[in-house]
């Protein structure tokens, strides 16, 4: 399984980004994804998760509200819509998918390499 994300950049604070990240896969239905961040200097941190319908969604409380994960299994790609950034939301954006099929477990098994996101104030 591959995960590619794209859309980071540099953004004003206030501003807006959409993250995507293409599975590889004819399985990308069957799992849960998740988008996680890492900024200098901290711990990797869980921003929001989605299962593989796309029915429910989880978020962070720090992103609720501004950030919106969605899914498109036709395409296999999963969406972060990022709205209102702020300067604390720099970060490095992952996406994982979950360890485990058919169920939201939280643990990942595969990761992508990552994109830049980096909000000037």
């Known amino acids: 399984v591959q995960l590619v994300e794209s859309g980071g950049g540099l953004v004003q604070a206030g501003g807006s980004l959409r993250l995507s990240c293409a599975a590889s896969?004819?399985?990308?239905?069957?799992?849960?994804m998740a988008w996680l961040r890492q900024a200098p200097g901290k711990e990797r941190e869980f921003v929001a998760g989605?299962?593989?319908?796309?029915?429910?969604?989880y978020y962070a409380d720090s992103v609720k509200g501004r950030f919106t994960i969605s899914r498109d299994n036709a395409k296999n790609t999963v969406y972060l819509q990022m709205i209102s950034l702020k300067p604390e939301d720099t970060a490095v954006y992952y996406c994982?998918?979950?360890?485990?099929?058919?169920?939201?477990?939280?643990?990942?098994?595969?990761w992508g390499q990552g994109t830049q996101v980096t909000v000037s104030s």
């Open positions: 994982a998918r979950d360890a485990l099929a058919y169920t939201y477990s939280g643990n990942y098994a595969y």
């Open positions: 896969g004819r399985t990308f239905s069957q799992y849960s």
């Open positions: 989605i299962t593989g319908s796309g029915g429910t969604t």
